[in-house]
């Protein structure tokens, strides 16, 4: 059996601005231990900018928090970015 189709998903690019993640004050940390891998993360997050295999790219993440509040196993902390 072939893995599922998706339909009409879009793709973090770099914009006119630079990357997004930039200007990011806080950077998501994903527990592994915690994580059962529910994809809750990558479904809400508004740039898609977590990968299938619940990677966060750095690069497009704004550190908006909302994968962190969606995730229900408590599984990702949102930690101050270092410059």
Known sequence: MSE???LAISRPVQGA???TGS???FKPVVNRELCNACGMCA????DNAI????EVDPDF???CGI???ECPKKAIEMVREEK
């Open 4 to 6: 599922r189709a998706r």
């Open 23 to 25: 200007w990011r004050v």
């Open 61 to 63: 993440c704004k550190g």
């Open 17 to 19: 601005c630079g990357k």
């Open 51 to 54: 990968s299938e295999d619940l």
């Open 43 to 46: 479904m809400y997050c508004p």
């Open 67 to 69: 994968c962190a509040h």
